[in-house]
Nanobody
């Protein structure tokens, strides 16, 4: 069974930083694209950042210049470094990964999410 586990969330003051981790475990061939999403109360889930297997990154306008997505393929982990955090960044952050479970079968997996609260 493949599992994604996020960690690194918490309470931080405006202007602070957090680094989120999304770790994949289980039996699989390789991890393809990974996206970090967030969902605030009463709002739709939105894509924050995305990274391909080759390391190409894209960001939502809300995080450009402040967020950096990266991956460590040896550790099967994707990170989201968030700097200059604002109260409007408060949300549950979730990762989604497209994982080749075998050489021919790719599936989408979600983690359980980690809460980020930006408040003074």
């Amino acid at each position: 069974q493949v599992q994604l586990v996020e960690s690194g969330g918490g309470l931080v003051q405006p202007g602070g930083s957090l680094r989120l981790s999304c770790a994949a475990s289980g039996s699989f061939f390789l991890i393809n694209a990974v996206g970090w999403y967030r969902q605030a109360p009463g709002k739709e889930r939105e894509l924050v950042a995305h990274i391909t297997n080759g390391g190409r990154t894209t960001y939502a306008d809300s995080g450009k210049g402040r967020f950096t997505i990266s991956r460590d393929n040896d550790e099967n982990t994707v990170y989201l470094q968030m700097n200059s955090l604002k109260p409007e960044d408060t949300a549950v952050y979730l990762c989604n990964a497209l994982i080749l479970v075998t050489e021919r079968h790719e599936y989408s997996y979600w983690g359980q999410g980690t809460q980020v609260t930006v408040s003074s």
